[in-house]
C-alpha cells in the first residue's frame, strides 16, 4: 500500500505571562496564512494521496488537535508551522519537538523566521522556511514524499518577484464557527513602500507592492460567500497603495457580492477620497490606520516620515461622509515619552475623534531596524521572546517604568473607550447614509463594552477573542524544550541580514541616523 501524505496546518498561539497557552472560546478574526497555505497543498503528488488540515490553536478549546501531531500506520505526516511571530516562536518551538518526537516531519515559517537568525535551533531534526511559501512549497511537498527534510529553505529567497497566489479554499463550517463574525482573509497585495524603523513588513514582504490577478482574488471572494463567509479582511499593509485597487473595488460593486470588509490604508489617504467612496460603494465597514504618534518629531525619528499629523482629522471627516468606520492604531512609550506626553496624545486623540482606537506598547521587534539598534545599544532588557507581543514593556524606557507603561497602556483603553463615546458612535452607524443596522449598533456598544472590561482585567481588548480558556502550560513541554533544544530559553536572536544593494543611500543615511539616537538613548 503507498504511503499518503497527510499534512497539518498550524497557527501556534503564544504563553502568557503565567505559562498558559493562550486560547479563546470565541475569536475575532482567524488567521489568514493558514487558508493561503492549505490552497497551495494539491490532492495528490505524483499519484500519492495527499489531505491538509488547518488548526488555529488561538481558537482551539479541544485539546483532541493535539493528536494529529503523532504519524499514523502507512502515512507519512508533515507540521506545518505556519505565520510564527516572535512572541510565538517558543510555542512552534515546542510543538515542533512534540511532533518530530512523534514521528512527524515538521517546517517552520513565518515572520520570526524570515527576519531573524534561527541557526542556533537548525540541526535538530526541524526544517525552517525563510521565504514566501510561494518559493519553496513544493521543494518542500516533494521532500516530504520522500521521507525526509531538507534543514533550511529559501536561504538567500525572501519573496516572489510577481505573485502566484492561488484561489483560496474558503473555510469549513466547522472553522467559521470559532469565530464571533463568519470571516476571511485575503491578501490582494503584498509589500509597504515605507520603512519604519519598529516595523518588519518590508523585510517580510518588499517595498514594491505586488498584487495577484484580479481574477484570483475575485475568484476567492466568490467562493468565501458560496462557503457562508460574511467578513473579508483585506490584509495588505496599504490598501491604498495597491494600483489595482480602485479595479477591484469597481468589479465587487459590479458583482453584488454583498461582502463587509475592512482595509489598512496609511494615513496618506486623506488624499484619495475617489478611493475612499469606492470602498464605501463596496462594502468597506472600517479602515484601520496607524498613525501611532501625533508628535511629528517622534515620527521621523522613527521613519514614519509619511505620517502627517496635521492631517489626522482629514481621515476621521473623509470616513465619516461616506459611512466607513475609522479605526486609528496608536503607539505609546516611543523614547520622547513621558505621562504627559501619553496623556496629551489621548486628549488630542479624543479631540479628532476616530470610531475605534487601539493601543500598543512600542516594542522592538526582533527582526526590524529598531530592535538592531536596541539590541546593539544594550537597551533592551527582555530575555523571554513571548513578551514581545506589544502589550509589555521590553526596554529600558528614559522616562517610564514597566508598570507605570502598563498603567498607562489600561488607561488610554478606559478613558477612550467611554459610553459617551460608545453613544457617538451608535448615532454616527444610524445616521450614515442609512447603512447602519440594529445589529450593528449594538455590536458597537458590546465593543465598546468589553473594551473597558478588558482594561478593567487588565487584559488586552486586541489579543483576539472573548473568553479565555486556560487548559494547558508551557511547563508541560519544558522538559521536552530542553531535551530537544538544549535551551530553557532561545537566546535573543540577531536579525537576518539584508542585501546592502536593495537599499538606497537615503535608506542607509536614515539606519545609521536611527543608530546614532539610539546609542545617546543608552547613555541615560
Known amino acids: 500500500m503507498s504511503q499518503c501524505l497527510k499534512i497539518v496546518i498550524l497557527k501556534p498561539s503564544k504563553y502568557m505571562p503565567d505559562g498558559s497557552v493562550e486560547r479563546f472560546r470565541r475569536g475575532f478574526m482567524p488567521n489568514s496564512t493558514m487558508p493561503h497555505i492549505r490552497s497551495m497543498i494539491p490532492c495528490e503528488i505524483d499519484d500519492h494521496k495527499v489531505s491538509a488540515t488547518s488548526i488555529d490553536e488561538y481558537v482551539h478549546t479541544d485539546l483532541g488537535y493535539l493528536a494529529e501531531l503523532s504519524k499514523g500506520k502507512n502515512e507519512k505526516k508533515l507540521l506545518l508551522l505556519v505565520g510564527v511571530q516572535s512572541h510565538q516562536f517558543h510555542r512552534a518551538l515546542d510543538l515542533a519537538a512534540l511532533a518530530y518526537a512523534n ?11 524570515m527576519t531573524c537568525d534561527t541557526s542556533m535551533v537548525w540541526g535538530k531534526g526541524i526544517s525552517f522556511a525563510q521565504c514566501e511559501a510561494e518559493l519553496v512549497m513544493d521543494e518542500i511537498l516533494s521532500d516530504a514524499m520522500e521521507g525526509e527534510l531538507k534543514p533550511v529553505y529559501g536561504v538567500g529567497l525572501r519573496w516572489q518577484e510577481n505573485l502566484d497566489s492561488p484561489v483560496l479554499a474558503p473555510p469549513t463550517q466547522s472553522e467559521l464557527s470559532r469565530y464571533i463574525i463568519p470571516m476571511m482573509g485575503v491578501y490582494p497585495a503584498r509589500g509597504c513602500p515605507f520603512l519604519c524603523s519598529f516595523c518588519s513588513v518590508t523585510k517580510i514582504a518588499g517595498r514594491r507592492i505586488r498584487s495577484q490577478s484580479l481574477s484570483t482574488t475575485m475568484e476567492s471572494l466568490k467562493r468565501a460567500k458560496a462557503a457562508g463567509v460574511k467578513t473579508i479582511m483585506f490584509t495588505s499593509d496599504n490598501f491604498n497603495k495597491y494600483t489595482q485597487a480602485e479595479d477591484l473595488l469597481e468589479l465587487m460593486i459590479d458583482e453584488k457580492l454583498g461582502l463587509k470588509f475592512f482595509v489598512q490604508c496609511d494615513t496618506q489617504i486623506f488624499r484619495q477620497e475617489k478611493l475612499v467612496e469606492l470602498l464605501a460603494r463596496a462594502g468597506c465597514y472600517q479602515m484601520f490606520v496607524g498613525v501611532e504618534s501625533f508628535r511629528r518629531e517622534t515620527l521621523i525619528a522613527a521613519n514614519k516620515k509619511q505620517n502627517r499629523p496635521d492631517a489626522y482629522h482629514h481621515i476621521v471627516k473623509l ?29 488630542t486623540l479624543q479631540e479628532i475623534g476616530p470610531n475605534w482606537a487601539s493601543f500598543y506598547i512600542l516594542c522592538p521587534i526582533p527582526g526590524t531596524e529598531q530592535y538592531d539598534t536596541f539590541l546593539e545599544a544594550g537597551l533592551i532588557k527582555e530575555t523571554n521572546l513571548d513578551r ?17 507603561m502598563t498603567e498607562l497602556l489600561y488607561e488610554c483603553y478606559r478613558r477612550f473607550s467611554t ?13 450614515q447614509n442609512g447603512r447602519g443596522s440594529a445589529r450593528e449598533r449594538v455590536g458597537s456598544l458590546a465593543m465598546s463594552a468589553f473594551v473597558r472590561y478588558c482594561a478593567w482585567r487588565r487584559t488586552h481588548p486586541m489579543s483576539g477573542g472573548i473568553m479565555r480558556a486556560k487548559l494547558d502550560r508551557a511547563s508541560e513541554l519544558s522538559a521536552l524544550r530542553r531535551k530537544a533544544y538544549g535551551f530553557d530559553l532561545a537566546p535573543l536572536p540577531k536579525s537576518l541580514v539584508v542585501d546592502p544593494l536593495e537599499r538606497t543611500p537615503n535608506e542607509l543615511a536614515s539606519a545609521r541616523a536611527t543608530i546614532n539616537i539610539t546609542n545617546s538613548l543608552s547613555t541615560i
Request: glycine share 10%; aromatic share 8%.
Open 103 to 113: 514521528g512527524c516531519m515538521v517546517v517552520i515559517g513565518g515572520p520570526h523566521v
Open 319 to 347: 470616513c465619516q461622509e461616506h459611512g466607513i468606520g475609522s479605526h486609528f492604531s496608536n503607539i505609546i512609550g516611543f523614547p520622547e515619552d513621558t505621562e504627559e506626553s501619553v496623556r496629551e496624545h489621548l486628549a
Open 388 to 404: 514581545f507581543d506589544t502589550t509589555s514593556l521590553t526596554w529600558r524606557h528614559p522616562n517610564l517604568s514597566e508598570h507605570r
Open 419 to 431: 459610553m459617551g463615546h460608545a453613544i457617538k458612535n451608535i448615532w454616527n452607524i444610524a445616521t
